[in-house]
Nanobody, 119 residues
Framework: QVQLVESGGGLVQPGGSLRLSCAAS????????MGWYRQGPGKQRELVAE??????NYADSVKGRFTISRDNAKNTVYLQMTTLKPEDAAVYYC??????????????WGQGTLVTVSS
């Protein structure tokens, strides 16, 4: 079983920065795509950014402001968020796609971390 622990959310003023972390633990043979999604009030969950072993992909709304990175040795994915806007406020969820030692391809989600952008 694999678990994700997210951290780094909180309250920040518009224009500020936050760094989210998501650490995976458990029976992980290999990590594939790792990503961050968010769900704002009354909105559907949307992709913010994802990172494969060789590429990154960002939502248009965060390009140039957010940076996703990963540390495979620590099974951790990060989201550096800068120039935050009120519309970035949401619950942020990390997701990883991995294979276990039975060679099954699986997906797991974090519990979510709240980001509030307000003055």
């Amino acid at each position: 079983q694999v678990q994700l622990v997210e951290s780094g959310g909180g309250l920040v003023q518009p224009g500020g920065s936050l760094r989210l972390s998501c650490a995976a633990s458990g029976s992980i043979r290999r990590l594939y795509t790792m990503g961050w999604y968010r769900q704002g009030p009354g909105k559907q969950r949307e992709l913010v950014a994802e990172i494969t072993t060789s590429n990154t992909n960002y939502a248009d709304s965060v390009k140039g402001r957010f940076t996703i990175s990963r540390d495979n040795a620590k099974n951790t994915v990060y989201l550096q968020m800068t120039t935050l806007k009120p519309e970035d406020a949401a619950v942020y969820y990390c997701m990883i796609h991995y294979s276990n030692y039975d060679y099954r391809s699986l997906e797991v989600w974090g519990q979510g971390t709240l980001v509030t952008v307000s003055s």
